[in-house]
């Protein structure tokens, strides 16, 4: 650890840090050895110095939600200002994460519920969350697993992976496999390439995608053996997770383009985070830099109910405001879908400025980012065509063999389609219904 804080702070203060220190810098696995868990190591390495008072705030936080900054990652802290730098209070923790509202779930979005097998979360019907990681190189403050962070208990064993790979084998309808975590970029690349290589045996699935924060806390990570490991594989996307703009170092951006050059499809999830990035201009200035480094903005999420993140979560007006700042003043690609993930397990549910003003049975009326109200005309005549699901005898010329798995509706869209015969979606303990049971039994 001497050592760690030695060359941290080498890389800290000189720009031409030693051939010797800089080899072992960007060794990613020296990164892990060295990842700081203790107070005293980040007031070494930043030159600062908390009061007893505020030293035991923290440690007593680190003993229920533990703490890990990768060297790299803390190298960004400016230690002048480290108060109000988002990197640093997005690793360094803080007393408040104890206060737990009455409100915090410890799984708000239900992810052990809707879990099948261990290490799945089945939400969607056609794709599935697979948990094949429990380590992180870093312990963001606002995770929403937080719950499991540093949990050994939870860390998937090779049988569990496996019982993971089989329900998904067992699973027709499932096209798309979300490996997430924990970091999958955490395993060693032969394991990646072992799961990955299982996952896309399965004829069903047509696609796999992988969630990591390591380009954004770990960027060494993403070395030319993991490239070569990634690009086996053609049905491939990454999804990163960039927070603020300072995030995207140099050295970050060059991860990234080694990504993007393997010819992976890369995407980025935001979470809205108070003091850190809920801010207009510092999302605009993110999606661009992302975009300008070939990753497209994804989502922009809440900050989920979990347990210690009241002081991380801001008003969904902040996030509207964002996306009204956004839509229309930049390419569009740029925009992110703002979502909230429905505590209960719901799933992603899109939140955004109402463009849609009013309609009547010939035209809309519309506004832009602008304010400009404008109209839209509706074709004179425009037949509602009854679907039976028979697309032989429609001519959109989809020449499909009717396979099952869109053949069920599912939630409003049932509502709306012609083959089923719904005309209601009614809440399974309707008081209502409740009443009338009970006065037909005394009608009995
Ligand atoms: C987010 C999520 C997915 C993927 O959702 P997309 O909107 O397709 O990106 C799948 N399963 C679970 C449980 C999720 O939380």
Same mark, same amino acid.
């Given at each position: 650890?001497?050592?760690?804080?030695?060359?941290?702070?080498?890389?800290?203060?000189?720009?031409?840090?030693?051939?010797?220190?800089?080899?072992?810098?960007?060794?990613? /696995?020296?990164?892990? $050895?060295?990842?700081?868990? $203790?107070?005293?190591?980040?007031? $070494?390495i930043l030159g600062i110095k908390f009061s007893d008072e505020k030293r035991d705030e923290i440690k007593k936080t680190i003993e229920k939600f533990p703490m890990a900054i990768t060297p790299y990652y803390l190298s960004l802290i400016d230690s002048d200002d480290y108060e109000n730098d988002p990197?640093?209070?997005?690793?360094?923790?803080?007393?408040?994460?104890?206060?737990?509202?009455?409100?915090?779930?410890?799984?708000?979005?239900?992810?052990?519920?809707?879990?099948?097998?261990?290490? #799945?979360?089945?939400?969607?019907?056609?794709?599935?969350?697979?948990?094949?990681?429990?380590?992180?190189?870093?312990?963001?403050?606002?995770?929403t697993r937080k719950r499991k962070v540093g949990d050994v208990d939870s860390i998937p064993s090779k049988d569990m992976i496996l019982e993971g790979i089989?329900? #998904?084998?067992?699973?027709?309808?499932? /096209?798309?496999?979300?490996?997430?975590?924990?970091?999958?970029?955490?395993?060693?690349?032969?394991?990646?390439?072992?799961?990955?290589?299982?996952?896309?045996?399965?004829?069903?699935?047509?696609?796999?995608?992988?969630g990591t924060r390591t380009p954004v806390v770990l960027p060494y990570r993403i070395t030319d053996n993991l490239i070569k490991v990634l690009k086996k594989y053609d049905n491939l996307w990454i999804n990163t997770h960039y927070n603020h703009p300072r995030?995207?170092?140099?050295?970050?951006?060059?991860?990234?383009?080694?990504?993007?050059?393997?010819?992976?499809?890369?995407?980025?999830?935001?979470?809205?985070? /108070?003091?850190?990035?809920?801010?207009?201009?510092?999302?605009k200035k993110l999606v661009h830099k992302l975009v300008a480094n070939r990753v497209r903005p994804y989502y922009l999420y809440q900050c989920d109910l979990s347990e210690g993140l009241e002081h991380f979560r801001t008003n969904v007006g902040k996030g509207i405001e964002i996306m009204e700042s956004?839509?229309?003043?930049t390419s569009g690609f740029a925009v992110p879908t703002y979502v909230i993930d429905a505590p209960g397990g719901g799933g992603k549910i899109p939140i955004m400025p109402n463009y849609l003003i009013s309609w009547s049975?010939?035209?809309?009326?519309?506004?832009?980012?602008?304010?400009?109200i404008t109209t839209y005309k509706m074709p004179d005549s425009y037949e509602h065509t009854v679907c039976d699901l028979?697309?032989?005898?429609?001519?959109?010329?989809? $020449?499909?063999?009717?396979?099952?798995?869109?053949?069920?509706?599912?939630?409003?869209?049932?509502?709306?389609?012609?083959?089923?015969?719904?005309?209601?979606?009614?809440?399974?303990?309707?008081? /209502?219904d409740q009443r009338n049971k009970d006065v037909e039994e005394l009608e009995v």
């Open positions: 650890m001497q050592e760690a804080i030695k060359i941290t702070k080498e890389h800290l203060n000189s720009e031409t840090a030693s051939k010797y220190l800089m080899e072992k810098w960007t060794d990613w /696995r020296w990164q892990i $050895k060295n990842t700081i868990r $203790k107070v005293e190591t980040v007031e $070494k990197v640093f209070k997005q690793c360094f923790p803080s007393i408040k994460e104890l206060t737990i509202s009455p409100f915090d779930m410890a799984d708000p979005l239900s992810e052990d519920k809707d879990s099948p097998v261990h290490g #799945i979360t089945h939400r969607y019907p056609d794709r599935v969350l697979f948990h094949v990681s429990n380590v992180c190189s870093m312990y963001c403050r606002f995770c089989e329900y #998904i084998k067992n699973t027709p309808t499932v /096209r798309d496999v979300l490996l997430s975590g924990g970091d999958p970029f955490l395993l060693p690349d032969e394991q990646l390439d072992w799961i990955l290589e299982q996952i896309t045996q399965i004829p069903h699935v047509e696609v796999v995608r992988i995030e995207l170092t140099k050295t970050s951006r060059n991860a990234l383009k080694k990504l993007a050059n393997a010819g992976i499809p890369l995407g980025n999830q935001s979470v809205l985070l /108070r003091d850190i990035n809920d801010c207009p201009r510092i999302m956004l839509r229309g003043h049975t010939d035209k809309v009326v519309l506004r832009n980012y602008e304010g400009v028979n697309c032989e005898e429609c001519n959109l010329q989809l $020449k499909l063999d009717n396979d099952e798995a869109d053949l069920k509706p599912i939630g409003i869209s049932r509502l709306l389609c012609d083959y089923d015969d719904d005309i209601t979606l009614v809440p399974e303990d309707l008081e /209502r």
